[in-house]
């Protein structure tokens, strides 16, 4: 993290019907950052892989914030940060056992379960997902995940010509897991279709991993 103030700043909402002192304690206006991840796979031994990929995601954040060496353990700055961040996990077998990517969009959207992360946020509403095929890679020691892009119309992503190639945005991306705080930092100032890798083929091949900091 290059510059931890300016992180936590992004993170500051003032009331706009108060005053507030100079001298004021901020603390209560910090709003929490991260994602709801959704699980849907249920597989025999799918429990310890979805513990897994909980822990590999908040332990890869706690690096890039606090330093791989933990060089800013002893930062207020960068303290403050990691004690708002969420992983807001849900895993309900009765409502998400096998759900399609659009069925748990529409969970989002509907607010089922509570409110989830970044619904109020548009560029920010995305969801991480653990279905079967994400799972599976965890028990193969993979670590990426699916980041999937909650407002996602395929109709707006059909190309008119399609001689210069088929669709190549599908609403979703797979994302390496170290990059979770990379990723919800630089969708506060764009969509996820501008940081998705295209597909291939309509295949997802490539699995998106940020080269910079927050």
């Known amino acids: 993290m290059e510059d931890p103030s300016e992180f936590l700043q992004s993170l500051l909402r003032l009331p706009d019907d108060q ?15 991260g994602f709801t ?14 513990q897994s990929l909980l822990d590999k995601i908040a332990s890869q954040v706690s690096i890039v914030v606090l330093g791989s060496d933990s060089s800013r353990q002893g ?14 996990a849900r895993s309900k077998f009765e409502l998400l056992n096998n759900l399609e990517m659009d069925q748990v969009r529409q969970l989002y959207k509907d607010g089922v379960g ?20 994400v799972l599976e890679g965890v028990s ?36 390496a897991t170290q990059s979770v705080s990379q990723l919800w930092d630089m969708l506060g100032s764009r969509h996820l279709v501008g940081i ?19």
């Open 75 to 88: 930062n207020p700055v960068a303290q403050q940060i990691m004690s708002l961040f969420r992983l807001d």
């Open 19 to 33: 005053i507030i002192p100079p001298d004021a304690d901020l603390s209560p206006f910090y709003r929490t950052w």
């Open 114 to 133: 509570g409110q989830p992360m970044n619904s109020d946020e548009r560029s920010r509403r995305c969801f991480l997902l653990a279905d079967d095929e």
């Open 140 to 175: 193969y020691n993979e670590s990426w995940v699916k980041c999937v892009d909650v407002d996602y119309i395929a109709a707006d992503h059909i190309p008119r010509n399609t001689r210069l190639g088929g669709q190549r945005y599908f609403g979703w991306m797979k994302m």
């Open 37 to 50: 991840v959704f699980r849907t796979s249920y597989k025999d031994g799918s429990d310890q892989h979805w």
């Open 196 to 214: 998705a890798p295209p597909t291939i083929g309509g295949s997802h091949l490539t699995v998106w991993e940020s080269d910079a900091g927050i």
